[in-house]
Nanobody
Framework: QVQLAESGGGLVQAGDSLRLSCAAS?????????VGWFRQASGKERECVGS????????YLKDSVKGRFTISRDNIKNTVYLQMNNLKPEDTAVYYC?????????????????WGQGTQVTVPS
């Protein structure tokens, strides 16, 4: 069974940067799939931060992170990245990556069938 693993989270100060990685456990498990990044803050609903199509020509980013976050993928390494710059306290959340059933970008969690365990990002106010 395909498994996804996020890494790169941590405790940073406002204005700092982090790069999250999402790696798949088997060689072709992200092939032919869009990948999304979601986050869930304490007491709030899960929301889509962004998504990248297969093979990576199109991306979607939530309005509140545009200009600060970028999504990219390395299809040789079977890894997707979320580069987060100028982090703000409101970015504090557990971040999850997920594999889509489709090749196109989507902000609906219903389109994703495999999820990672999440990585914590904390930006104190």
């Amino acid at each position: 069974q395909v498994q996804l693993a996020e890494s790169g989270g941590g405790l940073v100060q406002a204005g700092d940067s982090l790069r999250l990685s999402c790696a798949a456990s088997s060689g072709r498990s992200l092939s032919m799939s869009a990948v999304g990044w979601f986050r869930q803050a304490s007491g709030k609903e899960r929301e889509c931060v962004g998504s990248i199509s297969w093979p990576g020509r199109k991306t979607y980013l939530k309005d509140s992170v545009k200009g600060r976050f970028t999504i990219s993928r390395d299809n040789i390494k079977n890894t997707v990245y979320l580069q987060m710059n100028n982090l703000k306290p409101e970015d504090t959340a557990v971040y999850y990556c997920a594999r889509s059933r489709y090749t196109t970008v989507s902000d609906s969690y219903l389109d994703y069938d495999v999820w990672g365990q999440g990585t914590q990002v904390t930006v104190p106010s």
